[in-house]
């Protein structure tokens, strides 16, 4: 009844060529489709068990099971896809703004 944990259906029930366990907490499996697919968006800097979040053995049995792990940043880094988490919020939204300088009014830090 051993899940895999990126696309929850069912895997062998031993380790074998498509069927890859965490080699640090034993816990955590996956299809070899599955983890590769982890590996090419998550890059060298990123990658780790998705359950134990082990990254050193984990990367380097992934590594030797022939996993390919692509030398890059995550690709959730390219292309400022989380610009807009640094941004701050710059305006009241209050039914009744009390600010004595207004709705547009927005202190420089803090």
């Not at 899940?3 to 259906?9: A, I, K, S, V």
């Not at 060529?17 to 890059?43: S, Y």
């Not at 292309?79 to 009241?92: T, V």
Request: glycine share 6%.
């Amino acid at each position: 009844d051993t899940q895999c944990l990126m696309c929850m259906e069912p895997v062998e029930d031993r380790t074998t060529f498509m069927t890859l366990v965490c080699p640090e907490c034993k816990n955590a499996w996956f299809h070899r489709d599955c983890i590769q697919g982890q590996a090419l968006c998550a890059g060298i800097l990123s990658l780790q068990c998705p359950l134990c979040r082990n990254d050193r053995e984990f990367m380097v049995d992934m590594f030797a099971m022939g996993i390919r792990i692509p030398f890059r940043l995550p690709t959730w880094e390219e292309n400022d896809a989380f610009i807009e988490l640094g941004q701050r919020h710059g305006h009241c939204d209050a039914r009744e703004c009390l600010c004595p300088a207004g709705r547009e009014e927005a202190e420089a830090e803090g």
